[in-house]
Nanobody
């Protein structure tokens, strides 16, 4: 069974950077796509970024140009580099892993929460002056 553990959250000032990491157990990491989602207080969980098996990345419009998703299959880890953080980025951030999937994924697949079979516990990111 896949287990995901996020780390790297914290309290930062607007304009700062953070790097979130997601460590995955199991042997299916390299055969799966990885997604990043976030949930702000009082709001529904939303898609932030996704990376498929080929390494292609997809982003929500709100983070495009500021966030970068990556993965290291040798280490079973995924990362989300977040730059130019804004107060609106404040949320609990989750990584998620799909079941074994095709080498190339679509944006619609990666953005759909039901595509994912395993979720981490979340890490809090707070952007405030």
């Amino acid at each position: 069974q896949v287990q995901l553990v996020e780390s790297g959250g914290g309290l930062v000032q607007p304009g700062s950077s953070l790097r979130l990491s997601c460590a995955a157990s199991g042997r299916t990491f390299r055969e799966a796509a990885i997604g990043w989602f976030r949930q702000a207080p009082g709001k529904e969980r939303e898609f932030v970024a996704g990376i498929d098996r080929s390494g292609a990345t997809y982003y929500a419009e709100s983070v495009k140009g500021r966030f970068t998703a990556s993965r290291d299959n040798a280490k079973n880890t995924a990362s989300l580099q977040m730059n130019s953080l804004k107060p609106d980025d404040t949320a609990v951030y989750y990584c998620a892993q799909t079941p074994r999937t095709a080498f190339f994924a679509t944006m619609s697949y990666l953005a759909h929460q039901k595509s994912y079979a395993a979720w981490g516990q979340g890490t809090q990111v707070t952007v405030s002056s």
